[in-house]
Antibody, heavy 120, light 106 residues
Framework: EVQLVQSGVEVKKPGESLKISCKGSGFSFSSYWIGWVRQMPGKGLEWMGIIWPDNSDTTYSPSFQGRVTISADKSISTAYLQWSSLKASDTATYYC?????????????WGQGTMVTVSS | DIQMTQSPSSLSASVGDRVTITCRASQSISRYLNWYQEKPGKAPKLLIYAASTLQSGVPSRFSGSGSGTDFTLTISSLQPEDFASYYCQQSYSTFTFGPGTKVDIK
């Protein structure tokens, strides 16, 4: 089965660091761009950035550049999203998704989401 | 950056109704327009890509049309499982999602 499985719920304090993960299976992970999407509580979807796991080529949305770091380890088919210093405004559900060139670059496979709560 | 707008932001409809959602891009995106359905607590699901191509497994009551800057998603006969939020997304130049349209029960 083609799937992306994300790491679990996180509860952190402001100023703490965090790294969440997204593991692919059932497809050649290194041959697809993997994107990250934020959904703040009660809000819409926001594209954050995307990575090519084969060489870690990464593009960020200007809205998230410098605020997060996207990385990948192709040897274990896993992409990561990390923060060095969390803020309360980072409270959201974060999704990873696979970009498919053959489908007009749409995101065809999504992870189940990782809920991150940042609160003192 | 390419901006996306959707209308309406929400609508109330009944089972069996025909529903149309509009999406507009701030510049021409050819047919690089995708539609997603999102239900509470679930990951978004790809419905339509390349403006009008139905993703595998998606019911044929969903259809998409448009090119350039103006696009529509139509649900020909709304079913109980279709009450959800719908987002358009451009994939012409990186990615941008529209603000979403919530479809709820009248």
């Amino acid at each position: 089965e083609v799937q992306l499985v994300q790491s679990g719920v996180e509860v952190k304090k402001p100023g703490e660091s965090l790294k969440i993960s997204c593991k692919g299976s059932g497809f050649s992970f290194s041959s697809y761009w993997i994107g990250w999407v934020r959904q703040m509580p009660g809000k819409g979807l926001e594209w954050m950035g995307i990575i090519w796991p084969d060489n870690s080529d990464t593009t960020y949305s200007p809205s998230f550049q410098g605020r997060v770091t996207i990385s990948a380890d192709k040897s274990i088919s896993t992409a990561y999203l990390q923060w060095s210093s969390l803020k309360a405004s980072d409270t959201a559900t974060y999704y990873c998704a696979r970009r498919d060139y053959g489908l007009s670059d749409a995101f065809d496979i999504w992870g189940q989401g990782t809920m991150v709560t940042v609160s003192s | 950056d390419i901006q996306m707008t959707q209308s309406p932001s929400s609508l109330s409809a009944s089972v069996g109704d025909r529903v149309t959602i509009t999406c507009r891009a701030s510049q021409s995106i050819s047919r690089y327009l995708n539609w997603y359905q999102e239900k509470p607590g679930k990951a978004p699901k790809l419905l339509i890509y390349a403006a009008s191509t139905l993703q595998s497994g998606v019911p044929s009551r969903f259809s998409g049309s448009g090119s350039g800057t103006d696009f529509t998603l139509t649900i020909s006969s709304l079913q109980p499982e279709d009450f959800a939020s719908y987002y358009c997304q451009q994939s012409y130049s990186t990615f941008t999602f529209g603000p979403g349209t919530k479809v709820d029960i009248k």
